[in-house]
Every structure is written in C-alpha cells, then in structure tokens.
Nanobody
Framework: QVLLVESGGGSVQAGGSLRLTCAAS????????MGWFRQAPGKEREGVAR???????TDYADSVKGRFTISQDGETTLYLQMHSLKPEDTAMYYC??????????????????WGQGTQVTVSS
C-alpha cells in the first residue's frame, strides 16, 4: 500500500494560486489512479482531479476545469496546481490512490490509500 503525505495548502485571496504536493512512499504512483479530493465542512468528499495510466490520462470536476492541473513527477510525487482560486474552493484537500478498475472517474470509496489532508482557504 502506498503512503501519501500532502503539503502546500494555505490561505490565499480570491484569484490567487497554490500548488499542492503529495509525496508517495512504499510504491510508485504510476501503478495507481491518483486523485485529489476535497471536503468542505458539512459537505461530502468530492473528486477534484484524477490522473492514471502513468500520467497519460486526466479527469477534472467541472467546477475546476481550466483552473486546476494535476500532474505527477517521476514515481513519487503528485501535484495539483490551482489558479484563479475562488472562496468555494475552500476545503481540506486530500491525495488518494486506487488500484481499482474504473477509478479515474470513480467515487471516493474506490480509493484505498489516503493522505492526512492539507487545508486550502480562499478569502473573498
């Protein structure tokens, strides 16, 4: 099982940018669907961006298309570059990995390795 640790969260004003990093250990990220999820207080965890097939395929939630970019660097690091941030992007962001078929657009329960999360707060 891959171990995941997120970093890079913080507080920014609307319109700003952040880059989240997920460091993986114990296995290589290219073996998995990797994803960034977020959860705001009182809301369900939602998939924001996914990457699979060694980085050749990506998928984004409609709410972040054109603003967020998921990428991976080598075998151990996953990124989420976020631009034009909005107050509604405020949430705890989690990195996750799945080895399950169909995980690219699958729900959170298909992902079985999770990081501890990093908080993103966007003020208006």
């Amino acid at each position: 099982q891959v171990l995941l640790v997120e970093s890079g969260g913080g507080s920014v004003q609307a319109g700003g940018s952040l880059r989240l990093t997920c460091a993986a250990s114990g296995d290589t990220v290219s073996k998995y669907c990797m994803g960034w999820f977020r959860q705001a207080p009182g809301k369900e965890r939602e998939g924001v961006a996914r990457i699979a097939n060694g980085g050749s395929v990506t998928d984004y939630a409609d709410s972040v298309k054109g603003r967020f970019t998921i990428s991976q660097d080598g075998e151990t690091t996953l990124y989420l570059q976020m631009h034009s941030l909005k107050p509604e992007d405020t949430a705890m962001y989690y990195c996750a990995a799945s080895g399950t078929m169909g995980c690219l657009r699958g729900p959170a329960y298909m992902y079985d390795s999770w990081g501890q999360g990093t908080q993103v707060t966007v003020s208006s």
